[in-house]
Structure formats: C-alpha cells, structure tokens
C-alpha cells in the first residue's frame, strides 16, 4: 500500500498469521517426534528440571510437533539462555533415541511478552486447552503451577 501499517494493521495481521500457524501446527504437520512418549518425557523434563532455581514455569504443553510454555525468568536467567538450555538437552537425548544425529528444533521460536493479567489468563487457557483443541484425548503432557 506504499505506507506503513497502522498499529490495529500490525495487530490484525499478527493475530492472522497466529491462527493460520495454530491450525497448521493443530493439524499435526511436520514431525511429531514428542508423541513418542519417551522424547515427550525428557522434554518434559528438561521443562520442569529448573523451575524454582531458573524460572517459574507458570504453565506448559507439549504438543506432538511443538511446544508451549509459559514462564517468568528468574534474576539473571534470559529468556533466550533457558530455551537454548531445554533445547540442547532434549535434543541431544532425542537424537540418541531416534539414532540420528542434528536439528532437532528449529531455530527460531515464538515469544510473546505477558502485557497483563487478562493476556496471562488467555495465554494460560490456550496452552493447557491446547491438546484438546487439537482433539488429543487424554493427553498427558500438560501442566501448571501449583
């Protein structure tokens, strides 16, 4: 359009391209390595191994082809540090068990800074509603803070 996108543009086009991620990643496209409950389990693991010393996981489900987590870094803990942490572990115990070696992850990954208490409400209910949107029954790999 020749211009620059208004501020309700940018947030219209964020929540579209969000939804059209969740219905491909919802339909199970790509691999599903984390429903193999043994990767699911060192994941989950490496998830919850540093609550409470790194940061306080307030949230988190695994998905058969991604993952959600919700959490507060704790002081001098970054964001970037604690999910390169989860990464690196479960990936070089993935790898072992699928006998390959490599990614594991993509790359890059999607955050979204918590603005308030209704955004956290929101973004707490869709990840622990995650597998049953995506009609996953009796899913065992959610969970919350207590």
Same mark, same amino acid.
């Given at each position: 359009? /020749?211009?620059?996108?208004?501020?309700?543009?940018?947030?219209?086009?964020?929540?579209?391209?969000?939804?059209?991620?969740?219905?491909?990643?919802?339909? /199970?496209?790509?691999?599903?390595?984390?429903?193999?409950?043994?990767?699911?389990?060192?994941?989950?693991?490496?998830?919850?191994?540093?609550?409470?010393?790194?940061?306080?996981?307030?949230?988190?489900?695994?998905?058969?082809?991604?993952?959600?987590?919700?959490?507060?870094?704790?002081?001098?803990?970054?964001?970037? /540090?604690?999910?390169?942490?989860?990464?690196?572990?479960?990936?070089?115990?993935?790898?072992?068990?699928?006998?390959?070696?490599?990614?594991?992850?993509?790359?890059?990954?999607?955050?979204?800074?918590?603005?308030?208490?209704?955004?956290?409400?929101?973004?707490?209910?869709?990840?622990?509603?995650?597998?049953?949107?995506?009609?996953?029954?009796?899913?065992?790999?959610? /969970?919350?803070?207590?």
């Amino acid at each position: 359009m /020749g211009r620059e996108l208004s501020v309700a543009e940018q947030q219209r086009l964020a929540a579209l391209f969000s939804e059209k991620i969740d219905a491909y990643l919802d339909a /199970g496209s790509g691999e599903a390595h984390l429903a193999d409950p043994r990767i699911a389990k060192i994941t989950a693991d490496a998830l919850v191994h540093f609550d409470k010393v790194r940061y306080r996981l307030l949230a988190w489900c695994l998905m058969p082809n991604h993952v959600h987590v919700v959490f507060r870094p704790m002081q001098d803990h970054t964001l970037a /540090g604690i999910v390169q942490a989860w990464k690196s572990y479960s990936a070089h115990h993935a790898n072992g068990i699928l006998g390959r070696s490599g990614e594991f992850w993509q790359r890059e990954y999607y955050d979204h800074l918590v603005r308030d208490e209704r955004d956290f409400g929101r973004i707490v209910r869709y990840v622990i509603e995650n597998p049953r949107k995506a009609k996953l029954v009796n899913w065992p790999w959610v /969970g919350v803070s207590s």
